[in-house]
């Protein structure tokens, strides 16, 4: 049961912020709701931890705001400027763990800026494939490879384990180019 | 509120409706599945965390944190629904393969001619082309 207590917990304050008041009719609806929904629909218990280093989980939360701008402003002049002759590729970047959790976390890190988004994970071949709107030709690809590689290494920073990190950086070092940014 | 407040919500209020007036441009512009799909999903993220933004500086703080809510879950969901589409678009073939300057994922499956990436999600045969 402990390691359904974090689902539990999420669900009661879920619970909770909808009613926007915090009393304790809101928290016991809530706790009782909570748990009525995790045994209805029990989630498969992921054994693996993450270690959350909060500094470095403000700077991807940071970094990740940025982007959704930047990232944003790119669009919209794609959208204004090219319009229907928009081009765009899908690249091949190497996965940097084979963590489920790091896995969803850097899909979605990437996926929330407009313009890129993993169109596919091989976890067997430790590639993703990453599209990318607004590439005007082969050259391009190194750019995104090397951005994707970047929030690679921002969120194992955040979430992953000291092992992992040292093991992108290594990674990163032997990248033709530098990958490390 | 205070007239600063009041000029700041308001510029937060429209910016966020342009950016999704601008995703709407996008719908209709793109050329193909995948670039609409950017158009279609991702401006109105920002757009709707602005216009949330903005409201929440006219409410009061138990009514914006249950917007605070509705601001999670656009930033957890947007980019899982992007994905599942353009993977479905890309594996049925509905996309137009001019538009792509570069195509790894293509070039991969058709060296390979079976689809290993499929692991256990156990989705369909690999597109015919």
Redesign the interface.
Known sequence: MTARLPQLIWLTA?WV??W??ISAKTLLGGILVAALVTAAFPLPVIGERLRVRPIALLWLVGYLTVD??V??VK??W???RH??????????VPLLTDSDWIATAV??A??????T?????????EVC?V?H?G????A??ERVRRQVLGMQRRVIAALGTPGELAAVDDQLGREPGGGRR | MSAVGTVVSSVLLLGGAA?CL?GA??LL???DV??R???AT??Q??GL?LILLGTMMRLDF??A??L??VALFQ??T???I??LV??SA?RAGVLRRD????????S?LSENGTD??D?ADGAGPPPQR
């Open positions: 879920v912020l909808l926007g008041t959704l701008v990232s944003g669009i919209i794609e959208t204004l319009g229907p002759r928009a081009t765009a590729g899908i690249v091949a899909s979605n990437v996926s929330l800026a407009p313009g988004f993993v169109l596919q994970l091989d976890h067997q071949r494939y599209y709107l590439m005007r030709g082969p391009d690809a | 950016l601008l441009l996008g512009r793109f050329p995948l670039s799909l950017q158009a991702k401006p993220t920002l965390l138990e009514d944190a249950t605070m809510l930033v957890i947007a980019p899982v992007s994905q353009g993977r890309y538009v792509l300057v570069v195509d790894h994922l293509g991969r290993s990436t692991g």
